[in-house]
């Protein structure tokens, strides 16, 4: 077990089993390359991915297919190759989350950019879709229609 100071948790300590790598980092954070995924709350859809270099760095991820039911895309053979994916089974997929202005309301995911991890080697990769129609900022709560009447 390692022992990690974070701002947000305090110090934890993380099975070296669940450390997630990123081999060149993720965009805008390539130093940052070993992290651990912490549930936000038991049977909540969010989690926290927590550098284990830098305490005060956290992003808030969610599992895109639980907003998203039609959510898709194709992982590239070279994407395939650097995660070592040999059983599809064991992908993990995460999207960024944003809170903007602190509303949970607005919150939104990047969809443009996933998050795939391999959880056979806990490889992982922020992969940015090429030519896609999402965008990074997809309302998880969208607007609801008032009825009238």
């Excluded at 270099?53 to 969610?62: E, Q, R």
């Excluded at 907003?67 to 960024?96: H, W």
């Amino acid at each position: 077990m390692r022992k990690v100071n974070t701002s947000r948790f305090g110090e934890i300590e993380v099975d070296e089993k669940k450390v997630v790598h990123f081999k060149d980092g993720i965009p805008a954070f390539e130093d940052e390359h070993e992290f651990v995924i912490l549930p936000y709350e038991e049977e909540s859809p969010y989690y926290f991915m927590q550098s284990l270099k830098s305490p005060d760095l956290a992003f808030l991820l969610t599992i895109p297919f639980l907003f998203f039911q039609d959510y898709a895309f194709e992982v590239d053979d070279t994407t395939i190759a650097e995660l070592g994916i040999k059983d599809p089974e064991n992908v993990f997929y995460y999207s960024m989350v944003t809170i903007p202005n602190g509303s949970i309301r607005y919150m939104t995911a990047n969809l443009v950019a996933p998050i795939i991890l391999n959880s056979d080697n806990m490889q992982a990769k922020q992969v940015v879709l090429e030519k896609s129609n999402y965008s990074t900022k997809h309302r998880l709560f969208p607007e609801s229609t008032k009825k009238e009447g």
